[in-house]
């Protein structure tokens, strides 16, 4: 075998295990806490977060490799919960669906999880499907939006599909939870644009959001839709690569119900130009095209700060529960210094970083083949039971307060 072969091969080797982060060591999650009452009491259900997150050991220590395996695969041996499907009927004429799943076990407690997916994504998604049966194996009710436009087989039936800042449609769902279940206690979980939409609704001014939501947990988002844009329009950690996948699906989802979106009203309406759409290769480009326009807003950039839950942060005035990772290449590190700040600041509020896991991922133990749950979901419904304890603990204090 000659040098110059063996030279090649071992060069190969060096970039793919420098790909790969091989050399990476599993590290104890950081957190963000300036409330030592509230982290003890998340610690007491969540003693996982003390303890070092330990990837897949060939190549869960690449974001890149957890974010396009989550993207692929999903989960391994993905269980498929029984639900039901509610539908609604909006006063736009559109049609909102949730799946409610019931618990498996009991609970000392009525807890609803109401989990937002990432765009695009449903009730069918892989990783929310192997949540969702994780927390009913720990006794909760679990209800999932399905974002307008997301599902295969439920039509479009006005002229709009979800948006990254419109938190109406997880309102309509939570009011349908509350009049269904008027004891249950609600916690929100939002992934990814889940996570954007949850925290902005937990900010939101509204006086008609339920006293039933303890708290709110959310997973991977960026928080900042203008400053996050500004990252993923550069080829930086293939971030553009990244963007242009993310444009693809939702324009994806507009041809598809384009009998409805694209119609020569809308067209007209909104002066939509369906080659522009077409022809969009970022979500800027297609939310020019598009977005801001079917919403009423005057500029891409406007329509940004709107959705962005950065600027809701300060109104929020319940438990909340913010997860990263360092290495998600769809969410650049300058864009988490906002939110350790807020957690280092707020009563009732927890920031916690991992040095791995990429975009939803999280895969945890063996060589090449993960185990069937994930770090984040066992992480997810412990937090949960955290934020339980802790609205129960405050209850306690409260009556005890009042004799």
Request: proline share 5%; charged share 20%; hydrophobic share 40%.
């Amino acid at each position: 075998m000659s040098p110059a072969f063996l030279t090649a091969i071992a060069v190969i080797l060096c970039i793919l295990f420098r790909l790969l982060n091989v050399n990476s060591q599993p590290a104890k999650p950081q957190v963000w806490c300036m409330d030592g009452t509230f982290m003890d009491t998340i610690y007491k259900i969540a003693p996982l977060l003390r303890d070092p997150y330990v990837p897949t050991r060939l190549w869960g220590f690449s974001g890149h490799v957890q974010t396009i395996v989550h993207s692929i695969v999903g989960r391994v041996k993905c269980p498929w919960p029984l639900g039901e499907r509610i539908y609604l009927k909006l006063m736009d004429n559109s049609t909102l669906t949730y799946d409610l799943y019931q618990p498996l076990i009991e609970h000392e407690d009525d807890i609803t999880v109401a989990i937002c997916p990432g765009i695009g994504n449903s009730s069918e998604s892989v990783y929310i499907r192997t949540f969702v049966h994780y927390a009913q194996c720990h006794g909760y009710r679990c209800a999932v939006l399905n974002h307008i436009g997301a599902l295969q087989s439920v039509q479009v039936t006005s002229t709009r599909i979800f948006t990254y800042g419109h938190t109406g449609d997880f309102t309509e769902m939570i009011s349908s939870l509350t009049k269904k279940y008027p004891s249950t206690n609600i916690v929100a979980v939002g992934f990814s644009l889940g996570g954007n939409l949850v925290t902005k609704y937990m900010g939101e001014s509204d006086a008609s959001r339920p006293k039933n939501i303890i708290g709110g947990v959310s997973i991977c988002q960026g928080y900042n839709a203008v400053e996050a844009t500004n990252w993923l329009l550069n080829w930086q950690n293939f971030r553009r690569f990244y963007l242009y996948v993310m444009t693809e699906n939702v324009k994806q989802i507009i041809m598809k119900h384009r009998q409805m979106l694209l119609s020569d009203d809308m067209k007209q309406r909104c002066k939509l130009n369906e080659r522009d759409i077409v022809a969009a290769a970022t979500l800027p480009e297609l939310d020019e095209a598009y977005t801001r326009r079917v919403h009423n807003f005057q500029s891409v950039t406007e329509l940004y700060k709107w959705s962005s839950c950065i600027n809701y942060l300060q109104n929020i005035d319940k438990p909340m529960v913010f997860f990263n990772a360092k290495d998600d290449p769809l969410v650049p590190g300058d864009l988490l210094k906002p939110i350790r700040e807020f957690a280092s600041e707020k009563s009732h509020t927890m920031y916690i970083e991992l040095a791995h896991g990429g975009h939803l991922g999280f895969y945890e133990g063996g060589l090449i083949y993960p185990n069937p749950v994930t770090w984040l979901d066992r992480a997810l419904v412990s937090v949960i039971g955290g934020l339980v304890l802790a609205h129960n603990d405050f209850q306690t204090k409260s009556r005890a307060s009042l004799v």
